[in-house]
Nanobody
Framework: QVQLVESGGGLVQAGDSLRLSCAAS????????MGWFRQAPGKEREFVAA????????HYADSVKGRFTISRDNAKNMVHLQMNSLKPDDTAVYYC??????????????????WGQGTQVTVSS
């Protein structure tokens, strides 16, 4: 079973950048599609970005397209989310998630099998 731990969140100003990281344990990591989701207070968890198990294909929510970049390093069991030009609306708890072996990416949280504990991102105006 893959386990996930996020890091890199913090308090930044609008226009700043942050890089979130997700460290995975377990040899099956390289076979998982990986995603980033976020949840703001009082709102449902929403899709942010996803990457296929080989890293050959990525998918982004319209709200972050052009500003965020997802990447993975299977040799290091890591997934990253580079977030540029941050806006106050990006404030949320960000979660890393993994989808079963050799599955493709998906925007639905229910399609992901393993989750990290989340890391808080706060963007001030």
């Amino acid at each position: 079973q893959v386990q996930l731990v996020e890091s890199g969140g913090g308090l930044v100003q609008a226009g700043d950048s942050l890089r979130l990281s997700c460290a995975a344990s377990g040899r099956a990591f390289s076979s998982y599609a990986m995603g980033w989701f976020r949840q703001a207070p009082g709102k449902e968890r929403e899709f942010v970005a996803a990457i296929t198990w080989r890293g050959g294909s990525t998918h982004y929510a319209d709200s972050v397209k052009g500003r965020f970049t997802i990447s993975r390093d299977n040799a290091k069991n890591m997934v990253h989310l580079q977030m540029n030009s941050l806006k106050p609306d990006d404030t949320a708890v960000y979660y890393c998630a993994g989808r079963r072996i050799y599955a493709g990416t998906d925007t639905r949280p229910t399609e992901y099998d393993v989750w990290g504990q989340g890391t808080q991102v706060t963007v001030s105006s």
